[in-house]
């Protein structure tokens, strides 16, 4: 299936000499949609993976039903303040300033085979924090996977050792 045709392109969003893609005309689409998380569970059916964890917020929508037919658990990674026990946080920078993530510290087992899922790699700062709260929690990573990567950011570069898999990329 043609993705790249689902996925509307708007200049200068959310700031000037920024062209953002907007999934949410992807995501609409139920044939679209459905080969989309198809495809997911195709590529990572036979890796043994206990936990699926979705990147808030988008991650979410992917990391949910990609859990469901992978036969694992969903883990959300969540911003800071969002999740109620006992959690590990990570502060990472960002283009212009810093910001933090978070997972229940008993979110994931020692050892247990997980999957990250975003809707988008771009700078690889958010997954690279991603990966390294599930290494505390002393979780094997299976991969990191993702809609969408723009390969001009090389946030793959960041993600220290984890198979990066990606549906789609621009240049």
Sequence with gaps: MDFKSLIR???DFPKPGILFYDITTLLKDSKGFQQLIQDLTDYY??????KVVGIESRGFILG???AFNLNAGFVP???PGKLPADVFEVKYNLEY???S???HRDAIDLGERVLVVDDLLATGGTAAATVHLLRQ???EIVGCAFMVELLELQGREKLDGCAVHSLLSYP
Excluded: F, H, T, Y
């Design 101 to 103: 993530l978070s997972i």
């Design 64 to 66: 949910g039903p990609l």
């Design 77 to 79: 990674v969540r911003k």
């Design 97 to 99: 300033g810093s910001n």
């Design 137 to 139: 929690l002393g979780a």
């Design 45 to 50: 059916r036979n890796e043994r993976i206990s």
């Design 9 to 11: 392109e708007i200049q």
